[in-house]
């Protein structure tokens, strides 16, 4: 029998994906606690100075920074194997473009929290904000595909 070299091993082709999905459930995990530091840094300091004016930068590093961040890092590796004996995520390209979206948006709406009200220049959180919104989607929509795909 004539073996073919110029056909790659779906064995290994199966390996590299895994790996560059616990690359990014890694990478994911990293992010979450470096928010956890500076979220609780931050809350730190405004009990020490007794500025409360970054409530919305100190909350939002804890909730989306660390607790979704979390989620979205675990959840892309235990929702699809835990719960439904699935592999892996039904696409590791879009988690990553998920992962970008997501890291992107919280820091634009942090940065953008923190600019001078009076010249209007505040309201680019918004639209970071519908970034961070998009990301939120895309991983709803990546594991309805990859519970989908089950079926």
Known sequence: MIERKDRVDPSVQDRATQ??????????????????????LLGAGMLAFGNDNFQFVHTHMLLIGFVLF??????????????FGLPRVASIGWAEVQFWLANVGLAGMLVGAMMPVGLGLDRISVLFGLVEAAAG???????????????
């Open 19 to 40: 790996d560059r999905l616990h690359r990014l459930c890694r990478r994911y995990i990293r992010v979450a606690f470096f928010y956890l530091a500076l979220g609780l």
């Open 70 to 83: 979390l989620i979205y890092g675990i959840g892309f590796k235990l929702i699809p194997t835990m719960f």
């Open 137 to 151: 989607i895309l991983f709803a929509a990546l594991m309805g595909k990859t519970i989908q795909g089950r079926s």
